[in-house]
């Protein structure tokens, strides 16, 4: 029996060995393009690309974008809302209106649903989510927590495609929010603020889960995936809400501008990778977007995460702190002025 020991363990080195190789390729692969996600290159976060690459990430969406019987629409939508323990009540339409899952994971509410506040100066919740982490960035380099009870970090100028502190005023601090949203959450997102649209980004990224139970265990999760990103003003200064994508890659939709949703289409290749031609920019002088408080923009067909970034004077306050669960409206931030 020695010998299937044997076979075991030369299989195994092997495998290690396949495996290790193909870590120092992508290594090598993300050093040659600059790293332009700044990412931390770890096993862990190489691993996780390996277990959840974008062609998996597709078989997930396929799943999730097929067509349901009308016949079991109601009853399998409402098991599947049992078990995410979703709110059927808030529903726009009925449950046998949704011809997909990935249908009823971006889900309409009634009108009236949330409410919102549109105090001067504020900052709502974009979405109904947890608070991973949020505060002022003073780190130079613009490494922020990217679930802060647990440590885990990620960079916003990889994130952005920009560095959102080069251009920060005398009194005014630089501000951020992470948020997640649960399979189990209303998966639209909003506008944080009466904001000012004059430009966006779509990084081409992976689909790793974005739960706390990886994000708080791997750094860069939030800056490899896929996301949308919207950057203009707001009172306080600039504003950047990302959209960060996870199982289904291309499950990020927009509502906001039909002529951002044209621009800002899925691509081909890997931001992070490549750095070229997976980042969309508006054309140049195109008009701006004007957003009120509280307006939907877009949503997920399937897991997600919200990234707000913004500038406000030096002396305003958050009204969360991470671990707190919050909802569409809800105010996070203020500031007097």
């Given at each position: 029996?020695?010998?299937?020991?044997?076979?075991?363990?030369?299989?195994?080195?092997?495998?290690?060995?396949?495996?290790?190789?193909?870590?120092?390729?992508?290594?090598?692969?993300?050093?040659?393009?600059?790293?332009?996600?700044?990412?931390?290159?770890?096993?862990?976060?190489?691993?996780?690309?390996?277990?959840?690459?974008?062609?998996?990430?597709?078989?997930?969406?396929?799943?999730?974008?097929?067509?349901?019987?009308?016949?079991?629409?109601?009853?399998?939508?409402?098991?599947?809302?049992?078990?995410?323990?979703?709110?059927?009540?808030?529903?726009?339409?009925?449950?046998?209106?949704?011809?997909?899952?990935?249908?009823?994971?971006?889900?309409?509410?009634?009108?009236?649903?949330?409410?919102?506040?549109?105090?001067?100066?504020?900052?709502?919740?974009?979405?109904?989510?947890?608070?991973?982490?949020?505060?002022?960035?003073?780190?130079?380099?613009?490494?922020?927590?990217?679930?802060?009870?647990?440590?885990?970090?990620?960079?916003?100028?990889?994130?952005?495609?920009?560095?959102?502190?080069?251009?920060?005023?005398?009194?005014?601090?630089?501000?951020?929010?992470?948020?997640?949203?649960?399979p189990g959450d209303y998966h639209r997102f909003h506008a944080p603020?009466?904001?000012?649209?004059?430009?966006?980004?779509?990084?081409?990224?992976?689909?790793?889960?974005?739960?706390?139970?990886?994000?708080?265990?791997?750094?860069?999760?939030?800056?490899?995936?896929?996301?949308?990103?919207?950057?203009?003003?707001?009172?306080?200064?600039?504003?950047?809400?990302?959209?960060?994508?996870?199982?289904h890659v291309r499950g990020i939709f927009l509502e906001v501008d039909d002529?951002?949703?044209?621009?800002?289409?899925?691509?081909?290749?890997?931001?992070?990778?490549?750095?070229?031609?997976?980042?969309?920019?508006?054309?140049?002088?195109?008009?701006?977007?004007?957003?009120?408080?509280?307006?939907?923009?877009?949503?997920?067909?399937?897991?997600?995460?919200?990234?707000?970034?913004?500038?406000?004077?030096?002396?305003?306050?958050?009204?969360?702190?991470?671990?707190?669960?919050?909802?569409?409206?809800?105010?996070?931030?203020?500031?007097?002025?």
């Open positions: 029996m020695w010998w299937s020991y044997l076979a075991i363990g030369v299989l195994f080195v092997t495998l290690a060995a396949a495996v290790e190789w193909q870590y120092q390729r992508y290594w090598k692969q993300i050093a040659a393009a600059g790293n332009p996600a700044e990412i931390g290159v770890t096993r862990l976060l190489f691993l996780l690309c390996l277990l959840f690459e974008r062609e998996r990430a597709h078989w997930i969406a396929s799943i999730c974008d097929a067509e349901l019987p009308r016949v079991i629409r109601a009853p399998l939508l409402w098991t599947i809302a049992k078990l995410l323990s979703a709110d059927i009540s808030e529903l726009k339409a009925p449950l046998d209106s949704f011809a997909s899952i990935g249908d009823f994971f971006s889900r309409e509410l009634r009108e009236g649903a949330r409410q919102i506040d549109i105090a001067p100066g504020a900052v709502v919740s974009p979405a109904d989510a947890r608070v991973l982490a949020l505060g002022s960035v003073s780190d130079p380099n613009g490494r922020v927590a990217q679930v802060e009870v647990k440590g885990t970090t990620f960079s916003l100028p990889g994130l952005l495609g920009t560095d959102p502190m080069l251009d920060l005023r005398p009194g005014m601090s630089l501000q951020y929010v992470a948020l997640h949203l649960g603020a009466q904001f000012r649209i004059s430009s966006g980004k779509r990084f081409s990224g992976e689909g790793l889960p974005v739960s706390p139970l990886v994000t708080g265990r791997a750094n860069d999760v939030l800056s490899v995936n896929e996301r949308v990103v919207l950057s203009g003003d707001w009172s306080g200064g600039r504003m950047h809400l990302v959209a960060v994508g996870a199982a002529r951002l949703a044209r621009e800002l289409a899925p691509s081909d290749g890997l931001y992070y990778l490549d750095g070229r031609v997976t980042c969309t920019e508006l054309p140049p002088g195109a008009a701006s977007v004007q957003v009120a408080p509280g307006s939907m923009m877009g949503g997920f067909r399937l897991g997600s995460a919200i990234v707000c970034v913004f500038e406000a004077p030096a002396d305003s306050e958050w009204r969360v702190a991470p671990g707190d669960r919050v909802r569409v409206g809800q105010q996070l931030f203020s500031y007097e002025g």
